[in-house]
């Protein structure tokens, strides 16, 4: 391919909307172009790399035995109502009618497409396990599109669902996906590492999220070092806070005025000097349109995700002042739950064994002192709801780090949820229905893309793997005079590369030297043979490898071989 021919609109400044480097160089180096928020367009170069990555995620879900098919993105809300997620994920669906104003969506995900198919195609224990995959563009109403092709409202998908006879089977088929989606990181060349993930309401421990450590990344991992434990921070647990909770009881309920007390941090303050970890924290939210509180230590937060596990729903949000007005009678910074009735509450671990605590009194202005869990919150429901911090011991007894991540990649054992809302069952050997045990994994194809380029660029450009580059050689000419022994020379390396079927991008542009490395810096391609007329007259092409740098002369007789091993 010719620079002249094909269309590659480098910059020399990033656009003021790039916020990170990989954004940045998504746009500097014309792969994409924005048309609005989370909506880009690939050009020509960004189409090449794009088609790699599908063509790595195809052979190895191929050879995991996956079969691709490809559904609507324009669903029927009536299957996303049967499933329950009409209202759970009404914050990412996107809704059109049609001339008759019937309402359609266009996917955010496939489950509820895939398993109305398996409800009429599927009913025999004979035919699983089977998987399917497709990809495929998705659709979500993001709150907050940004960073590029990291958080888009349209983006590709690659998703798959698996369908099994039974629980133990399912997790064959799991680990199959799992299996192909370490290959196609690795060949993709971003590091990737697997963490525990957060199973929402469904609950189960096999959920996994494919993890690109990267300050950027809009999720957090918390690890150990030693690599015996991985979680994302929405399901990270541990042995528990570093700091003691206060378990020392000196007497009875004791309400005290805290006038200006808004905060636990105003507490901890004088004349009060009421350490965060004696203090309860009281949080309101209105869960399927009913009040709960949830109490973590003072110093903890509240981990929604946790929480969602615990409550049993994804419907729910914090409540408004007025909401916890009407239920508590007080405003925050005087809440607790001493002495509530009517409203659940749901009380983290951390506090098992907490007394001589402080916490609102429910009654702006107030505080109460001495409060004995055990003896003054009867009826609570414990859980795990606080988020883990650095330093304390995992389960494996090793001090956990924290470290954000790009989630790439998520594979989840689902269960027979959808099967039982959507009725895909199958006679089984004892002659009666079961449901289909499913499992669903997603693989982010064009946030892989970008997560390349966060995994693989300098100051100058984007460093492309060999297996993704749009090209893998480009070929500078830095004399183009049609006829002259340097195009002679450049057209003979071109021709031959080409006919070894190696994909080479030849500069022919009629643009100073410097413009022409600087951008084959910037767009980033492997191997750079560049052929000009002082080298040439000692018979040698310059030979430059993008990760490493520097230039190297190399007799021109021997440039295509050593092109060759170089990309062997
Ligand atoms: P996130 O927590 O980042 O919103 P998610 O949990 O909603 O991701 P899944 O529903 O599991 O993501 O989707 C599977 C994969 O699709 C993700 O691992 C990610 O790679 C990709 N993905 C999800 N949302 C987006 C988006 N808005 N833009 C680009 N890729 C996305
Ligand atoms: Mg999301």
């Known amino acids: 391919m010719r620079w002249t021919e094909t269309f590659i609109p480098t910059l020399k400044e990033a656009p003021a909307e790039a916020e990170i480097h990989s954004h940045q160089l998504l746009l500097r180096a014309g792969l994409v172009r924005k048309l609005a928020g989370g909506l880009y367009t690939f050009l020509p170069s960004g189409i090449r790399v794009l088609r790699k990555i599908e063509a790595i995620v195809r052979e190895e879900m191929d050879s995991a035995g996956a079969l691709e098919v490809l559904m609507p993105a324009v669903q029927p809300p009536e299957i996303w109502k049967a499933s329950g997620r009409y209202e759970q994920a009404a914050d990412v669906l996107f809704k059109v009618r049609d001339s008759k104003n019937r309402e359609w969506l266009l996917g955010p995900t496939h489950e509820e497409v895939i398993t109305t198919l398996a ?107 030693d690599g015996s434990y991985a979680a994302n921070l929405e399901k990270a647990n541990s042995q528990g806070a570093t700091t003691t909770t206060s378990s020392e009881c000196t007497g009875g309920l004791e309400k005290f005025a805290t006038p200006n007390v808004k905060t636990i941090e105003n507490l901890t303050q004088a004349p009060y000097n009421i350490a965060a970890e004696a203090q309860i924290k009281t949080l309101v939210f209105i869960a399927e349109e009913k009040p709960v509180i949830a109490l973590v230590r003072g110093d903890d ?119 039982e809302a959507l009725d895909a069952n199958f006679l089984a050997e004892d002659g009666k229905q079961h449901p289909f045990v499913m499992g669903c994994y997603g693989l982010g194809v064009t946030r892989t893309f970008q997560a390349i380029i966060e995994c693989g660029n300098d100051e100058h450009g984007v460093i492309w793997p060999q297996a993704v580059a749009p090209w893998q050689v480009c070929l500078t000419v830095l004399d183009i005079a049609p006829g002259g022994e340097v195009m002679k020379a450049a057209q003979a390396i071109y021709d031959e590369l080409t006919s070894a079927g190696i994909e080479v991008l030849m500069d022919d542009r009629d643009v100073r030297p410097g413009v022409k490395f600087k951008d084959s810096e910037l767009i980033g391609i492997p191997v750079r043979v560049s052929v000009g007329a002082r080298s040439l007259k000692e018979g040698n092409v310059e030979f430059t490898l993008r990760a490493e740098g520097g230039r190297e002369n190399v007799p021109l007789t021997e440039a295509v071989s050593r092109v060759q091993s170089e990309l062997a």
Not at 166 to 182: F, G, L, R
Not at 340 to 349: L, M, Q, S
């Open 119 to 225: 409800s009429t195609e599927l009913h025999s224990y004979r035919q699983a396990p089977v998987s399917f995959y497709q990809i495929q563009t998705k659709f979500r109403d993001e709150i907050r599109p940004r960073f590029g092709l990291m958080r888009a409202r349209e983006f590709i998908m690659k998703d798959a669902y698996s369908f099994d006879v039974s629980d133990e089977a399912a997790m064959t088929s799991y680990q199959k996906i799992y299996d192909a989606y370490v290959q196609v990181f690795k060949r993709c060349g971003v590091t990737t590492f697997p963490v525990e993930a957060d199973t929402g309401v469904m609950g189960g421990k096999h959920s996994h999220e494919f993890m690109v450590p990267a300050p950027t990344g809009e999720s957090e991992v918390a690890y150990t070092e």
């Open 301 to 419: 937060q509240i981990n929604e995700s946790k929480l969602c596990g615990a409550l049993g729903t994804a419907i729910f949000r914090a409540a408004e002042a007025g909401e916890i007005h009407a239920a508590l009678g007080a405003h925050p910074g005087s809440l607790g739950a001493v002495g509530v009735k009517g409203i659940p509450v749901f009380i983290d671990e951390q506090l098992r064994n907490a007394a001589g605590m402080s916490t609102g009194a429910n009654e702006n202005g107030f505080h109460i002192r001495n409060v004995n869990v055990a003896r003054d919150l009867p009826g609570v429901q414990w859980a795990d709801l606080r988020t883990v911090r650095e330093g304390e011991l995992s389960e494996s007894g090793q001090p956990l780090k924290i470290q954000r991540a790009i989630e790439v990649g998520h594979v989840f054992k689902l269960g027979t949820k959808y099967a």
